[in-house]
């Protein structure tokens, strides 16, 4: 469960915050075996590097899959995830004036072998990102499923694979 007051002190204070259980067990879930069921049925499009139009497929930079998200999805467990991450944006704009407007979002699969090389996640010529949030979906163990969200402020390198170590 997010703190807000929490959320908007560490990312004045440390560049980031961590939250577990950042959706109910059950939305979490949901998502999961949402990520999983588009996997399945092929809606996942291999990773691009650059920006709109210019991006490009680059197996030595990235090998990662990825599903957009639609705002307007009728499927509860996507509502429930873009109310969260409203709530946190709404929080941030309030306590630290980031004039945060939008965002978007997508699923990322990481096959075996699959990786995303060490990046700023900010294009050169665009400053418009303030903050990177990740949320994790994966299971440890049969009954576990290890949901954590982590939030960052943006000029950070992000560690796509790891939840250990953001950089601020």
Request: charged share 20%; proline share 3%.
């Given at each position: ?33 949402l ?23 680059d ?30 944006s ?32 900010q ?35 992000c ?10």
């Open positions: 469960m997010i703190c807000h007051t929490q959320l908007a002190d560490d990312i004045h204070r440390q560049g980031f915050y961590l939250v577990d259980d950042f959706l109910d067990s059950n939305q979490a879930n949901d998502l999961r075996i990520a999983q069921q588009l996997a399945e049925t092929g809606h996942y499009q291999h990773g691009k590097i650059g920006s709109q139009v210019q991006s490009v497929s197996l030595s930079i990235r090998r990662d899959q990825r599903h957009w998200l639609d705002e307007a999805s009728d499927v509860p467990a996507v509502s429930h995830y873009f109310a969260a991450m409203k709530a946190v709404n929080t941030l704009n309030e306590q630290l004036f980031l004039g945060l407007t939008d965002f978007e979002t997508h699923f990322a699969l990481y096959p075996p072998g699959a990786f995303y090389k060490k990046h700023v996640d294009f050169h010529n665009k400053k418009d990102r303030r903050i990177s949030c990740v949320y994790y979906l994966n299971r440890i163990g049969r009954n576990r499923l290890a949901a954590s969200c982590v939030c960052m402020i943006m000029m950070t390198i560690w796509p694979m790891s939840c250990q170590s953001p950089i601020a």
